[in-house]
C-alpha cells in the first residue's frame, strides 16, 4: 500500500478542494519555516510524531527534511528513541485504567 509514488495523488485533492487545500499547504509551510524552533527542530519534532503516528509517507519526508536542515544519525536517533518513550510512556500510563480503586 505505501508508496512514494502515490503522493502524487495529492493533486486529486487540490483540483476537487481548492481553497481548502491551499490553506493546507500555506499552514504546512508555514509551520515549518524558522521561529522560535529552528527548521531543524521542527523537522526532529516532526520525525518523532511521524515515528509514533507510524506515516510511512510522513517518515520519509520528515526525515529527508531533517537531513537537508543538518540532523545528524545521532539526532535522528534521540528523536526516534523519544518517540518510543512517549509511545511507551502513553501504554504505561494507560495500565492504570486496568485497575480499580
Not at 485533492?13 to 524552533?37: I, Q, R, S, Y
Not at 519534532?45 to 527534511?65: D, F, N, S, W
Amino acid at each position: 500500500m505505501f508508496d512514494m509514488k502515490h503522493l502524487s495523488r495529492l493533486k486529486k485533492l487540490d483540483e476537487n478542494a481548492p481553497e481548502a487545500m491551499k490553506t493546507f499547504w500555506a499552514f504546512d509551510k508555514a509551520v515549518f519555516e524558522e521561529g522560535a524552533l529552528s527548521a531543524q527542530q521542527k523537522q526532529l519534532i516532526a520525525v518523532a510524531v511521524a515515528l509514533t503516528t507510524q506515516c510511512p509517507y510522513c517518515i520519509e519526508l520528515h526525515t529527508k527534511a531533517a537531513r537537508d536542515a543538518g540532523a545528524s544519525e545521532a539526532q535522528l536517533s534521540e528523536a526516534a528513541l523519544v518517540a518510543a518513550a512517549i509511545r511507551a510512556g502513553g501504554a504505561i500510563t494507560h495500565a492504570s485504567h486496568l485497575f480499580r480503586g
